[in-house]
């Protein structure tokens, strides 16, 4: 099968920077588009940025600016380089894969489990 696993998150005051890592495993061929979603309490799951395969990228309104998001096809990997945190950018970080193309087929809409991050103030 084919798991997403995150990993980076933390806590990091104001002003501070995190980096997420996202890995997927399994007897992958390929993976298409990619995405770093965030759900904080309460609030429903909203896209924060999206990497195409071929490295196109798409951020949210609220990130631009401060997050960049980057993938290593080599290493089925794909980051969020987190810049000048907010108190508002709370939450718990999910990537996720629209199409993962594998050993025993392709799966749709792959998730994570989801990383906590917590920005203080």
């Known amino acids: 099968q084919v798991q997403l696993a995150e990993s980076g998150g933390g806590l990091v005051q104001a002003g501070g920077s995190l980096r997420l890592s996202c890995a997927a495993s399994?007897?992958?061929?390929?993976?298409?588009?990619m995405g770093w979603y965030r759900q904080a309490p309460g609030a429903q799951r909203d896209l924060v940025a999206l990497?195409?395969?071929?490295?196109?990228?798409n951020y949210a309104d609220s990130v631009k600016g401060r997050f960049t998001i980057s993938r290593d096809n080599a290493k089925s990997t794909i980051y969020l380089q987190m810049n000048n945190l907010k108190p508002e950018d709370t939450a718990v970080y999910y990537c996720?894969?629209?199409?993962?193309?594998?050993?025993?087929?392709?799966?749709?809409?792959?998730w994570g489990q989801g990383t906590q991050v917590t920005v203080s103030s």
């Open positions: 990497i195409t395969s071929g490295g196109s990228t």
């Open positions: 399994g007897r992958i061929i390929r993976l298409n588009d």
């Open positions: 996720a894969a629209d199409r993962v193309w594998w050993s025993g087929g392709f799966l749709n809409k792959v």
